[in-house]
C-alpha cells in the first residue's frame, strides 16, 4: 500500500481562523485592483450531480485544476455524470457548470496548457473539443504513457520548428509532451507503487487537427537512485512543466519514506534522467501537487493530510496550512494550484457549528495561501514584513484571459 500520510510529521504553524474570512466569501466581488476573498466556498447541485445516501452532492475520487481555476477534471462522478466530467467554476460566486466527457475514470489533462485531455488508453482529445461538444467529442491521436496513474506535461520547451506556417498552411504548433507512469498492479494493495517509467512525444498540431511525429520511451528511470531510495515508489507527479517530478520512496536505503521533489533532463539533453534530488519534505503526505515556477523561485506544491490543505515553499521549506472559515471542512482527492497561485480542491463543509442545524455541502473551496494565518504568522515571527500581500481579482483575471484565448474560448 502506498504509506499514509502522518500529521506528525508536519512542521506547519497552527492555522487560526481569519475572523472576516466567511462574509468576505460571500461578499461582492471587489474591484480588480484589489484581494481575492481568502476563502471562496463554491457548493454543488445534489440535483445536477447526483447525492449520496445523505442527501449531499457527490464529489469526484480524482480531480485536476486548470491554470486558471476554471475547469476542473473529475473522475469518479457517480451515476448522474458517468465517469468522468468537466466542472466550470465560476469567476467569483455563481453556480457551477457541468460538462459530461467521453473519457474514461483517471483521464488526465496535458499539464502546463491543458490543450489535450487524456484517456487512460493513450486517446488525446482537444480540451476545446471535449468541453463544447462533450461526449460526442472525438480523439486526435494516440500516444504517450497509458494505463491509471499517469501524468503529461507540456509545458517543455518546443523544437525551433515551432508554430512555423507556409503558403496554404494553416499555422502550425509542435508540441512536446513528457509523461510519467508506474505499473499498475492487479492487487489493489500495491497499486500506484512501482518504478516509474517516462515517455516523451513530438506531436504536430494546427489548430484544427493533430497529429503524432515521433515517440521516444517508454523507458525505466531513477535506476542511479536505487542505491539511496531503492526503486519503488508510490504518488508520483509530474510537475507543470514536465522537468520534475514529486513521488515517496517507499524502501529508501536510509531514513523513511517522505516526500521527494527529483529533475529529469531536457528531452534532447539526455535521456539518463538522473532524477537528482530537490526537495524532501520530510513527512509522507497524500499526492504532492505542483503549482508553477515564477520570478526564479521553486514550485510550491499543495498536497491534502487527514482532510486539510497544504501549500510547502520549496525556497523556505515551509509548509502551511489553508484556513477554513467554515465548520467541519474536509478536503476531497487532492488539490491544484493555480498559476497564480490559488489553492482549489473539492471538499465537503457545514455553515454552522451546530452539526443538527445545517445540511451538509459539497463543492470546491478557493483559497488565497497568501492571506491564511499560516503564512502571515511565519512573517510575524520573522519580524519581516510580507513578500506578498494577496492575489488580486486583476491577476485572476489576466490568467482567465491567457486560459481563453489560447483555446479560443468565451469569457
Known amino acids: 500500500m502506498p504509506l499514509k500520510s502522518s500529521r506528525a510529521f508536519h512542521a506547519a504553524p497552527v492555522a487560526l481562523l481569519l475572523g472576516c474570512a466567511s462574509a468576505v466569501a460571500d461578499a461582492v466581488p471587489p474591484p480588480a485592483n484589489t484581494c481575492i476573498a481568502p476563502l471562496t466556498y463554491l457548493p454543488l447541485d445534489a440535483r445536477e450531480v447526483g447525492g449520496d445516501d445523505r442527501g449531499a452532492p457527490v464529489l469526484g475520487t480524482y480531480e485536476r485544476i486548470s491554470p486558471d481555476g476554471r475547469f476542473i477534471l473529475r473522475s469518479y462522478s457517480g451515476a448522474r455524470l458517468g465517469k468522468v466530467s468537466l466542472m466550470e467554476l465560476p469567476e467569483s460566486t455563481g453556480q457551477v457548470k457541468v460538462f459530461r466527457t467521453p473519457l474514461s475514470n483517471e483521464a488526465f489533462p496535458v499539464q502546463g496548457t491543458w490543450r489535450y485531455l487524456v484517456d487512460v488508453n493513450g486517446d488525446h482529445y482537444r480540451f476545446a473539443s471535449v468541453l463544447t461538444q462533450q461526449t460526442a467529442a472525438r480523439p486526435l491521436f ?20 515551432s508554430s512555423v506556417a507556409s503558403a496554404g498552411v494553416s499555422k502550425r504548433d509542435t508540441v512536446l509532451i513528457r509523461s510519467l507512469s508506474w505499473p499498475q498492479s492487479a492487487d489493489p494493495d500495491t497499486q500506484g507503487v512501482g518504478p516509474l517509467q517516462l515517455a516523451t512525444i513530438e506531436v504536430e498540431d494546427d489548430g484544427r487537427s493533430a497529429r503524432l511525429v515521433r515517440s521516444d520511451g517508454p523507458t525505466f528511470i531513477c535506476s542511479g537512485r536505487a542505491p539511496v531510495d ?26 523513511q519514506p517522505s516526500m521527494r521533489v527529483y529533475g529529469l533532463a531536457t528531452p534532447g539533453a539526455s535521456d539518463a534522467h538522473p532524477c537528482d534530488l530537490r526537495a524532501d519534505l520530510g513527512f509522507s503526505p497524500s499526492k504532492a501537487v505542483s503549482g508553477f515556477a515564477s520570478s526564479g523561485q521553486a514550485a510550491w506544491l499543495t498536497y491534502s493530510d487527514l482532510g486539510s490543505v497544504y501549500v510547502y515553499d520549496r525556497d523556505l521549506r515551509q509548509t502551511f496550512r489553508m484556513d477554513h472559515a467554515r465548520h467541519r471542512v474536509l478536503a476531497s482527492a487532492f488539490p491544484g494550484l493555480t498559476r497564480d497561485g490559488r489553492v482549489i480542491y473539492g471538499a465537503t463543509w457545514r455553515n454552522c457549528a451546530d452539526a443538527a442545524a445545517c445540511p451538509e455541502q459539497a463543492g470546491y473551496v478557493v483559497a488565497d495561501p497568501y492571506q491564511s494565518e499560516a503564512w502571515r504568522a511565519y512573517w510575524r515571527s520573522r519580524g519581516a514584513p510580507l513578500p506578498k500581500v494577496c492575489i488580486t481579482q486583476a491577476e485572476v483575471a489576466a490568467e482567465r484571459e491567457r486560459f481563453s484565448r489560447f483555446h479560443r474560448l468565451a469569457r
Open 142 to 161: 494516440k500516444g504517450g504513457m497509458t494505463g491509471f496513474y499517469a501524468a503529461a506535461s507540456e509545458g517543455l520547451a518546443p523544437s525551433a520548428a
Open 230 to 255: 531503492g526503486n519503488v515508489y508510490a504518488l508520483p507527479m509530474l510537475s507543470v512543466d514536465g522537468t520534475e517530478f514529486s513521488a515517496i520512496p517507499q524502501a529508501p536505503r536510509s531514513g
